[in-house]
């Protein structure tokens, strides 16, 4: 009796110290990533040609002045140290100085943008789930359907976002009147109406994608032999496909939904571009030219953060999904 | 028995014929725009009824005609001449980007799975990091350094898709790897560069030219997106992704063929792409 | 058992007649299953045997009705009385759910892997509206049938948690949960381990004799389809060849593919009589106009090839060939690659 106790605790603790040692290692690991892909940055960044202290120095500057600036600017001191200067402040939300708005922090300039393009990414990423899902299903599960979504998807794969905004907008706005053709609006409604739009613009292409890999799993599901178990077992086909076609699939599902999301961010500064929104996008293209470069950082940072955390989560989410990985030896 | 043998078994030459007797019309068209696309590029200035640069106020955004077949764009420049034109840069740059990256991709690749150890895993790692940028970001920093132009896109693209194309090559290179005619070309004492590129390379290809071939089509599209934002290809080039950009006033004010015009062109030409890229990957699949 | 044939005249629990069956591939019809005939009755067990892509597994989908999109059968498959392929899709599912169940080949691609034992287990009887407890119960009683001892842990597992014995051990208890009245086993013991081979196989017998169900076993082993079940068809090529009881289908085969596969038998006595049946198998798409083993047979004829002969009885065999009776007893293979040869010669000269 204690011998089994002993050996079910020890088994437990066992298992247990391996999860928590799985964790912190994948925590490790993207900590890890986001250092040196922020570093990376940092340093592509510091090496762009021309000195910020000239910009700012005006006409025929002292190199007193230059000197004084590059002390006020940090410049003086090495990358690395200057490196994790700015990776101190973040803790604290101090991401820098704008070099261009001189009294503005790069925080005061995220600020107010950071809602409207989460609103759109969260509003694209809703758009691509439902639409993305209830097209590949479609495909997935009727047989008929499958051509027919296999030549659409192939199609709205090809469409990026700067494409579709003219089309939508020449068609939804301009044409039928339905929508703005540009700006972000203000308050929720307000917003959600003008960034209809927009959201369907960057969500067209992912939309496509997650409704492709949504298809060929399920097919491939349906396809397995333990479905025909299950079906040989006499299950209604409904039952057949809920518990074990779409079950199954949904693990390579969520990889693709996941990885969509993790980038959306990226792309949705081509779409803010395109419809005259003022977002985090925007602000970055802007910032590029005008050689803003804090302003940039803290961006492309945010985007960099904001894929590291999606793939982990996407993870996590496997471990649920398929306990294969949930236990040592499993597959990986 | 072969002399008794009264039904001889074929199998091969039927099946092939059958094959080109019902060939698969998306694959022809496909190939047929992709060569349409190739040549306009290569031929734009004998095809094209106008100078791409030659603006005309007195003309300027006028709608589809005998005389401009897409109408004209703000400053009065024939838009089916800039789209004949655009062709070429559209299509040069996601072609540099796709041979350099290529090649880097599937370098390393079947380098890392020849060394393997170390090599290997920090090459993973790396990989790693880098699927954290996407290709804009890339962009970004990459007209920082470059300022923009064609070079900036090339190299960021490039970078973004060489961790791509390596995962790929990579895990097809490492079957091969095991396979155990490998063991035995090193027993007999084949060098380890002639088998990476005499058997262990031949026999990624298939897979290698698909992967290729798919990512001209994302990379038409990335560099599309780089172009329309400002960061890359500048004006007055003759670039789609750009014209989509330079059309976007006269979009506003109720004439839309500049912007549709380059936009359809990107959608097609990605879309033959990609089914090409389809058909090349299933193929590799059955040779696998 | 009861080892006779089923008598004239009553209705055996399964019969299949003169089945065809077309499968689609690459869009094009192609020809699996030329003519299978057997019968199974109540509480008997026939076995399968053939090479691989002889369609004997192929058959065993027709029974289940398991066949892809695109499928044609023709032919009669009866259970019970009842067409099989005729059935709505009530009765399908309920033949499929109370009268039938199927034990597959590999149980680690045929159980989910993302539901724990326990549910797959009681997912069928769940879905016939038994309570939750009495189906996990049921369940563990049957687990432990099978011979697994910890039966409520390994209900909490998932099947990658256990090993490949064990996973068709668990098969066999969800075989026997909804008890059928026929049970299907197609090469249970393929996929495992040798050590644990035999151990399920006595289990899948014991359990089977117990309740007295109609086994169709499949395999390619000739020896072990003698010692479970009561008679065996001898499959190739899309085509049941002979039928005879298994106890003495050793001393009386009449075909000479089942003599051959016989021959062919890998013996631990005598080494130097591993024999091959020359040439390589053909698929049932691919055979002539004759008899499907023309091509590899050392007694064919002109009229082997000509004319496909039909099953038919011979002593108390079935066996579809013309030269039956002719060669009965005077089919010998020998190790030497040219012996077949010459006794071709010979037989012809007769």
């Not at chain 1, 691509?128 to 997935?140: D, E, K, P, S």
């Not at chain 3, 479970?228 to 068809?233: F, H, L, M, Q």
């Not at chain 3, 002719?326 to 690659?337: F, K, N, V």
Request: net charge positive; hydrophobic share 50%.
């Amino acid at each position: 009796m204690t011998l089994t106790l002993h050996s079910a605790v020890s088994r437990f603790s066992g298992r247990t110290l391996w999860r928590i040692r799985a964790i912190v290692r994948r925590l490790a690991g993207a900590v890890l990533t986001v250092v040196v892909a922020t570093f990376a940055v940092y340093a592509a960044l510091a090496a762009a040609p021309g000195d910020p202290a000239l910009a700012l120095a005006g006409r025929n500057p002292t190199p007193e002045r230059i000197a004084q600036l590059h002390q006020e600017l940090g410049l003086d001191r090495p990358l690395v140290v200057r490196y994790f200067d700015w990776l101190s402040g973040l803790p604290r939300g101090d991401l820098g100085q704008s070099i261009v708005y001189r009294n503005s922090s790069v925080a005061d300039l995220l600020g107010p943008r950071f809602g409207t393009t989460v609103f759109l990414v969260v509003y694209a990423a809703v758009l691509i789930l439902l639409l993305g899902l209830l097209l590949g299903v479609l495909g997935g599960a009727f047989r008929r359907l499958n051509g027919p979504m296999a030549a659409l998807t192939s199609v709205a794969l090809a469409i990026p976002g700067f494409v579709a905004a003219p089309i939508l907008v020449s068609a939804l706005a301009l044409g039928l009147g339905w929508f703005p053709a540009v700006g972000a609006g203000s308050g929720f409604t307000d917003q959600l109406w003008h960034l209809t739009l927009p959201a369907l613009a960057l969500a067209i292409g992912w939309c496509a994608w997650l409704a492709q890999i949504t298809r060929t799993s399920l097919r491939a599901e349906k396809a397995s032999e333990h479905v025909g178990t299950a079906t040989g077992r006499g299950l209604p086909p409904v039952t057949v496909f809920r518990r074990h076609v779409l079950r199954n699939a949904a693990i390579p599902i969520s990889t693709v939904y996941g990885l969509t999301v993790a980038g959306l961010l990226a792309g949705a500064a081509v779409v803010e571009q395109a419809f005259g929104i003022d977002g985090l996008g925007t602000l970055m293209l802007r910032s590029v030219s005008a050689k803003d470069y804090n302003v940039v950082l803290a961006v492309a940072s945010l985007i960099i953060i904001a894929f590291v955390v999606t793939t982990q989560l996407v993870d996590a989410l496997h471990t649920v999904l398929d306990p294969r990985l949930r236990t040592k030896g499993g597959r990986k | 028995m072969t002399a008794v043998t009264s039904t001889p078994v074929t199998a091969s030459p039927p099946s092939r014929l059958r094959r080109w007797r019902k060939a698969d019309p998306v694959l022809i068209l496909s190939v047929l725009w992709c060569a349409l696309a190739i040549l306009v590029a290569v031929a734009a200035p004998l095809l094209a009824p106008y100078d791409p640069s030659q603006t005309d106020i007195l003309a300027a955004a006028q709608g589809l005609s005998a005389q401009h077949w897409f109408g004209t764009d703000e400053v009065g420049r024939d838009i089916f001449t800039r789209v004949l034109y655009g062709a070429r840069l559209s299509l040069l740059g996601p072609v540099l980007v796709v041979v350099i990256a290529t090649a880097a991709g599937t370098a390393l690749a079947i380098a890392a799975v020849w060394f393997g150890g170390w090599f290997d895993r920090l090459l993973t790692r790396v990989l790693d990091i880098a699927f954290a940028f996407p290709p804009l970001l890339l962009a970004v920093l990459s007209v920082v350094l470059f300022g923009p132009g064609l070079t900036a896109p090339v190299v960021a693209l490039a970078v973004a898709y060489t961790p791509y194309i390596a995962r790929v090559v990579r895990s097809a290179a490492l079957r091969e790897r095991h396979l155990p005619y490998i063991e035995s070309c090193t027993l007999a004492g084949l060098s380890g560069p002639r088998i990476c590129v005499r058997h262990i390379l031949p026999n990624v290809l298939p897979l290698v030219r698909a992967q290729a071939v798919t990512s001209l089509g994302s990379s038409l599209l990335d560099l599309g997106a780089i172009s329309f934002v400002g960061l890359g290809i500048q004006p007055p080039s003759a670039e789609w992704g750009l014209m989509v950009a330079d059309g976007r006033t006269a979009l506003l004010n109720g004439s839309p063929q500049e912007s549709l015009a380059a936009g359809f062109m990107i959608i097609i030409t990605v879309v033959a792409f990609n089914m090409l890229g389809e058909r090349l990957a299933e193929r590799a699949e059955v040779r696998a | 058992m009861n080892s006779r044939p089923n008598p004239p005249g009553a209705d055996p629990l399964v019969r299949v007649s003169h089945l065809r069956l077309d499968i689609p591939v690459r869009g094009e019809p192609r020809r699996v299953l030329h003519d299978v005939s057997f019968e199974v009755g109540a509480g008997v067990a026939l076995g399968l045997v053939g090479e691989s892509g002889s369609g004997k597994s192929m058959t065993t989908r027709v029974l289940m009705r398991l066949l892809p999109h695109g499928a044609a059968t023709d032919g009669d498959v009866l259970f019970d009385g009842t067409p099989v392929t005729g059935m709505d899709r009530r009765a399908l599912r309920r033949y499929r759910s109370s009268e039938v169940a199927m034990v597959y080949q590999d149980p680690r691609a045929a159980i989910n892997p993302v539901y724990t034992v326990g549910a797959f287990l009681t997912e069928a009887l769940r879905e016939q509206k038994v309570s939750r407890k009495e189906a996990e119960e049921r369940a563990v009683a049957l687990l432990r049938e099978v011979g697994i001892t910890d039966a409520p842990r390994r209900m909490r597992q998932y099947p990658h948690q256990l090993s490949g014995g064990l996973l068709q051990r668990v098969m066999i208890a969800s075989a026997m949960l909804t008890k059928p009245r026929l049970l299907i086993a197609d090469e249970p013991t393929t996929a495992l381990d040798v050590t644990t081979q035999e151990e399920v196989m006595a289990i899948l017998d014991e359990q089977r004799r117990e309740r007295g169900l109609a086994l169709v076993f499949i395999t390619h082993d000739l020896d072990l389809a003698a010692a479970v079940t009561d008679r065996i068809a001898v499959m190739y090529a899309g085509t049941v060849l002979e039928t005879a009881a298994s106890a003495n289908l050793h001393e009386t085969a009449l075909h000479p593919y089942t003599v051959g596969l016989l021959a062919s038998r890998p013996s631990t006595v005598d080494v130097k009589r591993l024999w091959a049946i020359p040439g390589r198998p053909v698929s049932a798409f691919e055979a002539g106009p004759g008899c499907v083993f023309t091509e590899r047979c050392p007694f064919a004829q002109d009229r082997c090839r000509a004319e496909r002969p039909a099953l038919r009885t011979v002593d108390d065999h079935q066996v579809a060939c013309h030269r039956a009776e002719e060669l009965r007893g005077r089919i010998t293979y020998e190790a030497d690659g040219h012996a077949d040869h010459q006794h071709d010669e010979q037989t012809e000269s007769v």
